[in-house]
């Protein structure tokens, strides 16, 4: 399952341990296929974000094309991640590899906007990986 990662910011992220532990949740979910995860700055995840009907940034975003050549892409925001992270009171490695999941979730599949129950399931499913692999948090940045 290839992973392609391209970091467009400023923040340093380990972009090989991020792909291995992507791989691996990828794996485990039984998906095969292309992904593409950018790290981008904020006014290139407002700008994707107007797709959605939305305004301003946010932390991740997956669009799923389950095309042969090309399974999704994720675009993640780092600087606003550690906005969020702060907010939470988690550190910015947990919180950037938590978004980081959340968006091969929503790739393999799964969703949380219009079921609750379904929506139970992916974020288990989600704080599960991350616990899984949380020995590697102090390596992410």
């Given at each position: 399952m290839p992973i392609e990662i391209f970091n467009e910011q400023e923040i340093?992220?380990?972009?090989?341990l991020i792909k291995s532990i992507l791989?691996?949740?990828?794996?485990?979910?039984?998906?095969?296929?292309?992904?593409?995860?950018?790290?981008?700055?904020e006014?290139?995840?407002t700008r994707l974000n107007a797709y959605r009907n939305s305004n301003g940034p946010t932390d991740v975003l997956s669009f799923n094309y389950d095309l042969p050549q090309?399974?999704?892409?994720?675009?993640?925001?780092?600087?606003?991640?550690?906005e969020n992270a702060n907010?939470?009171?988690?550190?910015?490695?947990?919180?950037i590899l938590r978004v980081c999941i959340h968006g091969i979730l929503h790739i393999c599949g799964y969703d949380h906007e219009n079921d609750k129950i379904k929506a139970k399931a992916m974020f288990e499913r989600q704080e599960g990986y991350l616990s899984d692999f949380s020995e590697s948090l102090d390596k992410i940045s």
């Open positions: 340093d992220i380990n972009i090989d791989n691996e949740v990828l794996r485990r979910e039984e998906e095969n296929g292309n992904i593409v995860l950018a790290f981008v700055d006014k290139e995840i090309l399974k999704g892409e994720i675009y993640v925001c780092p600087s606003y991640v550690k907010e939470f009171k988690v550190s910015f490695n947990e919180e």
